[in-house]
């Protein structure tokens, strides 16, 4: 069965919008990886922020005492 030009132009539409959709799903992904880099990141910088801190912490007393506003 021989294709009609609108056949054709239909067909074509279709190539051009599935090339766009590759081109976006592509470009998302790569926000994607990005943003898992950074948060990977954030996460390194909080974990060794908590283990300074409670370094710098394991040490020291607390006072069980009431605060001077009471």
Known sequence: MPETPNAE???????????????????LNDVVVAL??????????????ERTMRQELEGREIPNERPPHY
């Open 9 to 27: 132009g239909r067909l074509l539409k279709l190539e051009e919008k599935v090339a766009y959709q590759d081109k976006l799903v592509a470009d």
């Open 36 to 49: 898992h880099r950074r948060v990977e990141e954030i996460r390194a910088r909080l974990d060794g922020a």
